[in-house]
């Protein structure tokens, strides 16, 4: 038996007063899963705001 099946099984013999509670607690762990998930090297480059020039060789000279 996987463990699928014994989570299944542990549903099957709850009783169905405490399905919703049972719910909730699963919705709450999958979203705190999701939500722990490194985040991709494309993201962090997204999150990076650079205020500078256009052209940043612009006033090269002048300094």
């Not at 490194?38 to 060789?57: G, N």
């Amino acid at each position: 038996m996987n463990t699928k099946q014994k989570i299944q099984a542990e549903i099957d013999s709850l009783n169905e007063d405490y399905l919703d509670e049972l719910y909730l607690l699963l919705k709450d762990f999958t979203q705190s899963k999701q939500h722990s998930k490194k985040p991709s090297f494309m993201s962090k480059l997204k999150q990076i705001k650079i205020d500078a020039p256009e052209d940043f060789s612009t006033n090269i000279d002048e300094k």
